[in-house]
């Protein structure tokens, strides 16, 4: 989603004239961003160029032009030195000028971009040009382009997240190659995120935003077509050819495939370059060399290739020389910037570690926990059942103790009787004898009650005995309670303790050991990463033919443009053998 920013510029003294009053609001839409600002009437291109630049923070300035599509001679880039108002049409109705910053100019290795910034908008505007066509891009490297780019707007990959269908309705594969396979729209995020997935497995460098962009940068960068700008142009003998313009030179292609350049021109080879109508002159750097001449349709095509020419001849030189004092500082500011994040990274990460160490140490707490109260429980019901026991045979005692006396109550009054009787026998004999049968049932009565008194005490002293034991199980079950609660409580201190102190010991030496080992083993998976990217194109591949859409005749309906299997600089070295003569002569030849 773009944003928004409208502004105002100031007029300066130093800058433009004070008494300048009438204003002209310019629109400028980037692929990020969208800001207006009201200047004067009579500024420049370079003076705007400059606000808008300085506004975003876009020190690389070099990369990068204004264009208009609204122009009096159609689609062209602003020209710095002409005031605007002279380079695009002015509507009656004082709407904005309507003004686009893009790339003009392409770097020979993106690795040599250094702000973010600068990386972001290249990376959004090779995105663009591989999804409109503007560069072409085979099938395989459109998938695996599109899963750097979920990698950049949705981090790295969550199987609960990204799922197919939950993408939104961003375009991820060109139409036209979608158009070739029997592939349905959820079939083809399937298969990109089936490559997204893989990116957080074959990394262990930070997988950002900015890392993200990056790698599909240098795949980009690959692709024949990247950073090339085409212009229809003829040689002598009046054949159409493309001429293309990068950061190497100048390539020549035939109009049937621009994958297929026949010959160029490094900019090493090129000394001057001029034009007068419609013929185009190179002059070459070898003085007995002929002169390199082509023609165009129209003087505004020859001046466009001259900017063009010029603005990447430039940037040829600027790397011969080396860096600048910009360059430099810019580099220097970026290195900073580098580490400064590369920290806040790793103190990101030591926080989500210690998280996790934390939730762990946590989850185990609690499952020690719900296991000490489950054996506290279990003690509790326990103790509890051998209390009421006690209390069962407490009441047995007591009973039995009660009946002891009864009987024992019984015996005495029954010694009573018979010491009675006998007294009795003493004074009346005759009496005795009768009652002596009646003495032997009353002796027999009382040894049974005393036989039973002595075996109720018996049962009396037993049940005492368990009352006692019971009584020691409650003890031994309360000290057991106890020593859980103490064990329990002291363990999961010391693990607390533990746990901080471990913690609290980090020390810097390690955390730089650390470090140096991460960027030692992202070093080594990069260069894993490189040796088997070819091979992963070709599992794509293999993976897409099943699906490809066939015509009638029975035959794989094939991109317009022919995919050369070539890697790009073994492509240069091929176009650029030979002397600069030879070259010449072939080019008028085709």
Known sequence: MAHSFTGSLVPCSNMWPTRAKKLLTVHIQTLDVDMEFSVPYKATGKEVFDKVTNTMGLRETWYFGLQSTKTTAGQMWIIDEKRIVDQ???????????????????????????QDITKHLFYLQVKD???????????????????????????????????????????????????????????????????????????????????????????????????????????????????????SGLKITEMDSQQKPKIAFPWSEVKNISFQDKKFTIKPVNE????????????????????????????YSRRNKGDTLVVQALKQQAKEEKKRKQFEREKLEKERRAKEEALRQREELEFRLRKFEAAARKANDKLQRSEEAAEILEEKVKFAEEEANLLAKQATEAQQEILRIRQENNKNNEENLMLKEKLREVEDNALKAASKAEVGASE???????????????????????EITQQSVLHDKADILSYIGKEESLSTDKQNEELVQKFESARLEELKANEEFKSQL???????????????????????????????????????????????????SL
């Not at 695009?88 to 250094?114: A, E, G, M, R, T």
């Not at 979608?178 to 460098?205: D, F, P």
């Open 88 to 114: 695009v049409y002015i509507s009656d109705d004082n709407k904005p000028v309507q003004l686009n910053l893009l790339v003009k100019f392409y770097p020979q290795d993106v690795n040599d971009l250094i």
């Open 129 to 247: 040009q591989i999804l409109s066509r503007i560069i072409f891009a085979p099938a395989e490297m459109c998938v695996m382009l599109a899963s750097y780019t979920l990698q950049a707007k949705y981090g790295d990959y969550d199987p609960q997240k990204h799922k197919v269908g939950q993408l939104g309705n961003e375009q991820l594969i060109p139409e036209q190659v979608m158009n070739q396979y029997q592939l349905t729209k959820e079939g083809w995020e399937q298969n990109v995120i089936n490559w997204y997935a893989q990116h957080s497995c074959r990394s262990t460098v930070d997988r950002d935003r900015e890392w993200a962009e990056m790698q599909y940068l240098m795949i980009a960068e690959n692709l024949k077509m990247f950073g090339v700008n085409y212009f229809l142009i003829q040689n002598k003998r009046g054949t159409d050819l493309w001429l293309g313009v990068d950061a």
């Open 288 to 315: 007995k060399t002929e002169d390199f001449k082509f023609f165009t349709k129209n003087i505004r095509t020859n001046r466009m290739i001259l900017q063009m020419c010029v603005g990447n001849h430039e940037l």
């Open 460 to 482: 009396a002293y037993r049940l005492k005995q368990e009352l006692d034991s019971a009584r020691e199980r409650e003890k031994d079950a309360r000290g057991r309670l106890m």
């Open 538 to 588: 070709n599992s794509v591949r293999t993976t897409l033919d099943e699906f490809k859409t066939m015509n009638g005749e029975g035959t794989p309906v094939e991109e317009p443009i022919e995919y050369v299997d070539e890697d790009k600089y073994q492509t240069l070295r091929r176009i650029t053998a030979g002397e600069t003569r030879s070259r010449i002569a072939f080019f008028h």
